[in-house]
């Protein structure tokens, strides 16, 4: 942590120069007040390890869906590193939290991809969970062939339907903290998500049809 402290030390002394505070050694003194700096730093490094530890594995599965999992870790580090400096501005409600820490990856994602890459960056994976088999072990085909379906169905979503569906079906975001994500008002995101879900739902039809085609000519 001794670059970190480094770094808040000279946040420090630049906030107390602007409200006209002398900065004495580890003191702050003006007005009546004493501010260890060192007591600072150490609530604010405090701080940050609560973050880290509450969020990380929220961070690292939204990275995982959106890049390789061998980089995932990658890019949740770099996004800590930038929470870290940002650490002011962080908001005090864990959703919203939540919301800030998504954004400042997303950005990171953005920020690594160049050109036509950067809309890549925006696509999301379906979990690759394992099918639940029913009591004996026994595989349901019905639920694999519907597994199947929305999986070919999400593959034919644009990157930017598939994004505002991920924020709230797997990061389990509210529109307003969804929104704060991407970077636009409540309202254009719930306008993409009632969009995208159509989308969906038309993608599940066609291969419903398509199967029940392909059914009846191989009879």
């Known amino acids: 942590m001794d670059v970190l402290r480094v770094v808040s030390t000279v946040r420090l002394v630049r906030w107390a120069r602007t409200r006209k505070i002398s900065v004495v050694g580890n003191t702050l003194g003006g007005a009546g007040q004493v501010l260890d700096v060192s007591t600072l730093q150490s609530q604010r490094e405090e701080r940050f390890r609560a973050l880290f530890a509450d969020a990380y ?17 990658d890019v949740a580090a770099e996004a800590f590193l930038v929470a870290w400096r940002r650490l002011d501005d962080a908001p005090s409600r864990i959703g919203d939290l939540r919301a800030w820490l998504f954004g400042i990856t997303r950005n990171c994602l953005l920020n690594a991809r160049r050109g036509q890459d ?102």
């Not at 594995?57 to 995932?72: E, I, N, T």
């Not at 924020?167 to 307003?176: A, G």
């Not at 409540?186 to 993608?203: F, H, K, Q, S, T």
């Open 57 to 73: 594995g929220d961070v690292l599965r939204f990275a995982q869906r959106r890049v390789h999992v061998s980089y995932a870790e």
């Open 118 to 219: 950067r809309a890549s960056a925006l696509a999301v994976r379906l979990a690759q969970s394992p099918t639940p088999q029913p009591f004996g072990g026994a595989l349901d085909p019905e639920l694999i062939s519907r597994r199947i379906d929305l999986a070919a169905s999400w593959m034919r979503l644009s990157q930017g339907d598939q994004e505002v569906l991920a924020l709230t079906v797997f990061d389990d975001l509210t529109s307003p903290q969804a929104a704060r994500v991407i970077g636009i008002s409540p309202a254009a995101y719930r306008l993409r998500l009632m969009r995208a879900r159509r989308e969906l739902r038309r993608n599940l039809d066609l291969t419903d049809a398509a199967c029940a085609f392909a059914i009846q000519e191989s009879r």
